[in-house]
């Protein structure tokens, strides 16, 4: 059953931080990549980072050195720390899981093709300049 529950959106200055949390302790398929995935108004959807049940984290490399994935497998929860956060990374972020196993987490992330992946509802983040 597909149950990821983000949370932590909200609006903030360039420069700032935001910290995302996705609930998946009633997520009861397969995590072997976890992710976070961005779409902004009037564009595709695009992965932004990803991290593998044994840890590997890959992003995109317009959030590389700025965001941080992580998961708390205790607490059942997946992380995206964004840091000096910018305009341009004003969208809707969901948090997300592969549906099948695929070749690697990173080409899961950057190919973001729907039919791979299973979504959660969504959190807003706004960054004003």
């Known amino acids: 059953q597909v149950q990821l529950a983000e949370s932590g959106g909200g609006s903030v200055q360039a420069g700032g931080s935001l910290r995302l949390a996705c609930d998946v302790s009633?997520?009861?398929?397969?995590?072997?990549?976890m992710g976070w995935f961005r779409q902004a108004p009037g564009k595709e959807r695009e992965g932004v980072a990803s991290i593998s049940a044994g840890g590997t984290t890959d992003y995109t490399d317009s959030v590389k050195g700025r965001f941080t994935i992580s998961q708390d497998n205790l607490k059942n929860l997946v992380y995206l720390q964004m840091d000096n956060l910018e305009p341009e990374d004003t969208a809707t972020y969901y948090c997300a899981a592969n549906k099948r196993v695929p070749s690697s987490c990173r080409s899961w992330l950057l190919s973001a093709r729907t039919d791979e992946i299973n979504w959660g509802q969504g959190t807003q983040v706004t960054v004003s300049s």
């Open positions: 009633r997520y009861t398929l397969s995590r072997t990549c």
